[in-house]
């Protein structure tokens, strides 16, 4: 589904990712967690072309993605149509605005998929309805809480049936009790059998949805694992400072 | 001695029919000279943001030369100046030419930084979908930026009607230019001066009442305009209810 080989990122001269190679199968849930700083945002911001790779390549769905070996950028049309089969969610929303929740689901297949009215209205609405939102459709999104804003966050990724969603710590902005609605919507996706990359500092959640863990420190993958062997039996002494710091403050 | 005493209300009365002629002239110009830099403003606003790196440079010497000289300065130059290099332009042809060449500049000003004030979050979300930097302008980016541009194009406008008044210095009759002429014909300055200043402030203050409206308009959510809208519709079905 994801394929990732020997991708480097440099801003200036601050390498950011340092020879990441990474596997991600389909229906697979990747957790990805490391301490503020280690890489993971930028990490999830080239799989989908935000950011733009200083060397390596990224296959998805088995087909070079934005660039060739040799570091060529594809025509914005072949990167817009492979973009709209990756979604993704923010930490901060970045819901627009001036759209209602309803605009917001639908507006990557109105502006994008050029659907008829009729067909991204009704799905949208079927969408909203699943992350609870339903009758929310026609609110602006600063009437709504956090938890709710990303909520539409994320009806809006799925409104475009993406093949994979990138989520980027979609609970750090959030009220410590608006966290629980969120991650029971990500929980259900998972169930549903969607391949997800979830950066996060939820341990717990990791430990529980996740089928694969990645541990990243300075640019680099530390540490791969199952989530069990991750969080009882860490192989790395980075993983075991981290999780020991991380955890006895959680608990 | 008060303020009506020094009117002469028959000054006045021949004052009028040639300051009303000025008048009209003053709104035709600011009419051409405001849609010319309103839309020229727009095609240096996204010359000064493309890839382009001597379109980037080139545009950005225009603006920056324009913002930091004066106008009036600006105006005299090109009619009185540039003959001497052999080039000859008549007076109302300068003036437009100089009025939009200032204001085309803060214009692009206004474009630019209402576009990159706009969070890149957003930008980022609208291509997260799919969309073409093309459609992340017309449908994420403007309809935001639009709140910041139109109360300062407003501004700008009311800016650029009284600033038509420079035009006199270079023989354009609009009303400034007008008003002089008759001030000195007449010798009753206070008469003539006082009308003129009347009619600018008659024409200039609806537009910052303008400017101050738009202004506390644009700053409310976007969620207050959907009250009025669901009232509407709550009103239209009880209507249809009875």
Do not use: W
């Amino acid at each position: 589904m994801i394929e990732i080989k020997n991708l480097y990122k440099s801003f200036g001269g601050d390498e950011v990712l340092k020879d990441i190679c990474l596997t991600v199968q389909k229906g697979q849930v990747l957790g990805i967690i490391g301490p503020s700083g280690s890489g993971k945002s930028t990490l999830l911001r080239c799989i989908n072309n935000l950011e733009l790779p200083t060397k390596g390549t990224i296959h998805i769905n088995e087909k070079l993605a934005y660039q060739d070996e040799l570091g060529k950028v594809f025509s914005e049309t072949e990167i817009s149509i492979t973009r709209s089969k990756v979604g993704m969610v923010f930490q901060h929303f970045n819901l627009f605005p001036h759209m209602t929740v309803l605009q917001n689901v639908y507006a990557g297949p109105k502006f994008v998929l050029g659907q008829d009215e009729e067909e991204y209205r009704s799905e949208a609405l079927a969408i909203l309805g699943s992350v609870g939102l339903a009758e929310k459709r026609d609110q602006y999104p600063e009437q709504l809480s956090g938890g709710q804003q990303q909520r539409v966050g994320i009806a809006r990724a799925l409104a475009m049936k993406p093949d994979v969603i990138l989520f980027d710590e979609v609970t750090s902005a959030l009220d410590p009790e608006l966290v629980g609605e969120v991650l029971g919507v990500l929980k259900k996706l998972a169930e549903a059998g969607m391949t997800m990359l979830i950066v996060t500092h939820e341990m717990g959640f990791v430990r529980q949805v996740a089928d694969r863990v990645i541990f990243m420190d300075e640019g680099r993958i530390v540490e791969e694992n199952s989530p069990a062997e991750f969080f009882d039996n860490p192989q790395h002494e980075r993983t075991r400072s981290f999780l020991s710091s991380v955890l006895s403050h959680t608990d | 001695m008060s303020f009506f005493d020094l009117i002469h209300p028959e000054v006045a009365l021949d004052a009028l029919p040639t300051i009303f002629k000025g008048l009209l002239l003053t709104l035709s110009v600011c009419l051409v000279c405001g849609v010319l830099s309103l839309s020229l403003g727009m095609f240096v606003a996204l010359g000064r943001m493309s890839k382009s790196r001597i379109l980037r440079i080139s545009l950005g010497a225009y603006v920056q030369f324009f913002r930091s000289t004066p106008l009036i300065l600006q105006l005299i130059y090109i009619y009185f100046a540039l003959p001497f290099a052999g080039i000859h332009i008549p007076p109302l042809p300068a003036g437009i030419m100089g009025l939009t060449l200032h204001y085309t500049a803060y214009l692009c000003e206004v474009y630019r930084g209402a576009i990159e004030a706009v969070p890149k979050g957003q930008r980022d979300a609208a291509r997260a979908l799919g969309m073409r930097n093309r459609v992340v302008m017309a449908r994420v980016i403007m309809p935001q930026a639009v709140r910041t541009i139109i109360p300062a194009l407003c501004n700008y406008m009311v800016q650029l009607l009284k600033d038509t008044s420079l035009l006199s210095v270079v023989t354009v009759q609009e009303m400034m230019f007008r008003g002089q002429i008759f001030a000195a014909e007449t010798y009753d300055y206070f008469t003539v001066y006082s009308i003129v200043f009347l009619i600018y402030f008659a024409v200039g203050f609806p537009g910052i009442k303008l400017v101050d409206y738009l202004e506390k308009r644009m700053k409310k959510g976007y969620a207050s305009r959907s009250v009025i809208k669901a009232v509407n519709i709550n009103e239209t079905t009880t209507q249809g209810g009875k």
